[in-house]
């Protein structure tokens, strides 16, 4: 069964604080994916890897930025939270860009107050 | 303007009869997917099914099925025999070949709230 595990479902952090958002597959898909989800805007595409240590940039990659050393874990990394990168972040992998059937984590709440 | 565009809001549908979710969509690409998740209140987002735009038959999965019309550009998503917990969130989503080289991204639909009456 896939599985794409993300590690907190709720965080609350302070502005300026930097904050780790980490997901792990066990599908040993090359493609993984961070989005974020907010209401009226639907999903936007922050970044991507392909490839371990490889990452492109999506539509909205400022403010945060991203690291993949082994292909079963992509993190994202708010390097100062802000108020508006308050939302919930989903992040999703792929075993190959043909198709790219994205299968995606329960997501993670973030408040930054 | 708009790549997916998903009209219904929200829809109400009674239990153990058939719903269809609307979804058009918008590319110049010969090479694309579609795709269907749903999303509960949870959070999480469960892919359904995939239609590639040069599969010839309608894609079937279960209680899900797509109805593809490709002059029209048309991706609807049909689910029989509604259950209760098919309450959720859906979201209509394409794959444009072009953007390849881009990592294959997934454009989303702003979504359709599914409300199944007991």
């Known amino acids: 069964d896939v599985k794409v595990t993300q590690s907190s479902r709720y965080l609350v952090k302070r502005t300026g604080e930097k904050v780790f958002l980490e997901c792990v597959q066990d599908?040993?898909?090359?493609?993984m994916f961070w989005y974020r989800q907010d209401p009226g805007l639907g999903l936007r595409l922050i970044y991507f890897?392909?490839?371990?240590?490889?990452?492109e940039k999506g539509d909205i990659p400022e403010g945060y930025s991203v690291s993949r050393e082994k292909k079963e874990r992509f993190s994202l990394i708010l390097e100062s939270a802000s108020t508006n990168q308050t939302s919930m972040y989903l992040c999703?992998?792929?075993?190959?860009?043909?198709?790219?059937?994205?299968?995606f984590g329960a997501g993670t709440r973030l408040s930054v107050l | 303007a708009q790549k997916i565009t998903q009209t219904q809001p929200g829809m109400f549908v009674q239990e153990k009869e058939a719903v269809t979710l609307d979804c058009t969509y918008d590319?110049?690409?010969?090479?694309?997917?579609l795709f269907w998740y749903k999303q509960p209140s949870s959070g999480e987002m469960i892919f359904l099914i995939y239609?590639?735009?040069?599969?010839?038959q309608n894609a079937t999965e279960g209680r899900y099925s797509l109805n593809f019309q490709k002059a029209r550009k048309s991706a609807n998503l049909v689910i029989s025999a509604s259950q209760l917990g098919d309450s959720a969130m859906y979201f209509c989503?394409?794959?444009?070949?072009?953007?390849?080289?881009?990592?294959?991204?997934?454009?989303f639909g702003q979504g359709t709230e599914l409300s199944v009456k007991p």
């Open positions: 999703a992998s792929s075993s190959d860009l043909a198709k790219n059937i994205q299968y």
């Open positions: 590319t110049s690409d010969p090479s694309y997917g």
């Open positions: 599908m040993d898909h090359e493609n």
């Open positions: 890897s392909y490839d371990v240590k490889m990452k």
């Open positions: 239609q590639g735009s040069y599969d010839q």
């Open positions: 989503a394409m794959r444009e070949d072009l953007h390849y080289n881009q990592g294959g991204k997934l454009i």
